[in-house]
């Protein structure tokens, strides 16, 4: 594949994405694909490895917690070889009211047209503290008043 094809198919899987259409964005990658996401495992439970199937399950509970899905709008993109970097901003509002504003740097490994491979790299303290932390009890009585 070209360059210009592989950049191609990581904005549609960003844009299917956004459109919280992640069987769609999943369809994207190879049967055998992995991502990677940073962070200790014991203090941020969504660090690791996964297989295609798994990044799956997390994508459709992420989705599941949020009002309105999670734009993401992909802000640079190059290429060489077989590899996409891109740097993305994402935009989400919970159900329970905390609002998740992210940047990536997504490193993207392409195969025969498609992902094979992603190392996400992102700030994970925001993410544990949107995502993991404990709501307080103001956030829970805002959350409840809005229900």
């Given at each position: 594949m070209t360059v210009e094809r592989n950049k191609a198919v990581a904005h549609q899987f960003f844009e299917r994405f956004t459109a919280s259409d992640i069987d769609g964005a999943l369809s994207a990658m190879t049967d055998d694909a992995t991502w990677w996401i940073p962070?200790?495992?014991?203090?941020?439970?969504?660090?690791?490895?996964?297989?295609?199937?798994?990044?799956?399950?997390?994508?459709?509970?992420?989705?599941?917690?949020?009002?309105?899905?999670?734009?993401?709008?992909?802000?640079?993109?190059?290429?060489?070889?077989?590899?996409?970097?891109?740097?993305?901003?994402?935009?989400?509002?919970?159900k329970n009211g905390r609002l998740y504003r992210q940047q990536y740097h997504m490193l993207m490994e392409m195969r025969d047209g498609k992902i094979a491979a992603v190392r996400e790299y992102l700030d994970t303290q925001h993410a544990y503290d949107i995502w993991i932390a404990p709501q307080s009890e103001a956030e829970i009585a805002l959350a409840e008043g809005a229900s």
């Open positions: 962070g200790d495992k014991a203090r941020t439970p969504t660090a690791g490895l996964y297989t295609k199937e798994k990044i799956g399950r997390l994508f459709h509970r992420m989705v599941a917690a949020l009002k309105t899905g999670l734009a993401m709008k992909v802000t640079s993109c190059i290429g060489e070889g077989n590899f996409v970097a891109l740097l993305v901003e994402s935009s989400g509002d919970l």
